[in-house]
């Protein structure tokens, strides 16, 4: 069965400070998608990335970074010198890939609410 | 980006009564779309996955005649609560998807309140 957890509930930083939010997912399909989304008050998720399981390399964009290892199955994402409007929840999600690539049904963490203090 | 938009954003409806949620794609053809529940500070849950032309499929646990879902065109699908409840309060959200799409769009919401 396929499960992504997200053990950090909510995290507290101070503006300017890195944080890390930790995802750790299950999984026996070889082929799948992770992503992650973040979801601010007014309730729309904002995709940030989607990383394919055959592509282990990290990426970086702007404050935002992303690190996956398959040996440990986890999906971590840093933000760089966090802000205020970076605060919101934070979710995880995994899919597998059907016949073709395309992306199934997302299955997600509990997601981490970060708040990030000025 | 592809868009998708979701109406209405709010509703409030007495219990016992249907509410419809539409979902739709407006510019590319979604030939597959998942409707997601979220409860106050918990996350997503899948209801179902809907494919154009044909019936959803419904995530175990999920009354599909309470939850009637249709998908009858490649840009709009609908989720109807029927008879609902104060326990169906909640954040619906939308997913649509291209056939053989990598990425899935997801719509802004519906917060549904039963009183």
């Known amino acids: 069965a396929q499960k992504v957890t997200q053990a950090q509930t909510e995290i507290s930083v101070v503006e300017k400070e890195d944080v890390t939010l930790d995802c750790v997912y299950e999984t026996r399909d070889t082929t799948y998608y992770l992503f992650w989304y973040k979801q601010p008050p007014s309730g729309e998720l904002v995709f940030l990335i989607r990383r394919n399981s055959f592509d282990e390399q990290n990426e970086i964009s702007g404050r935002y970074s992303w690190n996956f290892q398959k040996s440990t199955s986890s999906f971590n994402f840093t933000i760089t010198a966090s802000q205020v409007v970076d605060s919101a929840v934070y979710f995880c999600a995994l899919s597998e890939a059907e016949y073709g690539g395309a992306t199934n049904k997302l299955i997600f963490g509990t997601g981490t609410l970060l708040a990030v203090q000025p | 980006g592809a868009v998708v938009s979701q109406h209405p954003s709010r509703v409030i409806c007495k219990s016992g009564t249907s509410v419809k949620i539409e979902c739709r794609s407006l510019?590319?053809?979604?030939?597959?779309m998942f409707w997601y529940r979220q409860f106050p500070k918990k996350s997503l849950m899948l209801m179902a996955t809907s494919n154009e032309g044909s019936k959803a499929t419904y995530e175990q646990g999920v009354e599909k005649d309470k939850f009637l879902i249709n998908h009858a065109s490649l840009t709009l699908s609908t989720l109807t609560v029927t008879s609902a409840h104060p326990e169906d309060s909640s954040f619906y959200i939308c997913s649509a998807r291209t056939d053989r799409g990598r990425e899935q769009y997801f719509g802004p919401g519906t917060r549904l309140t039963v009183t």
């Open positions: 510019d590319f053809q979604a030939t597959t």
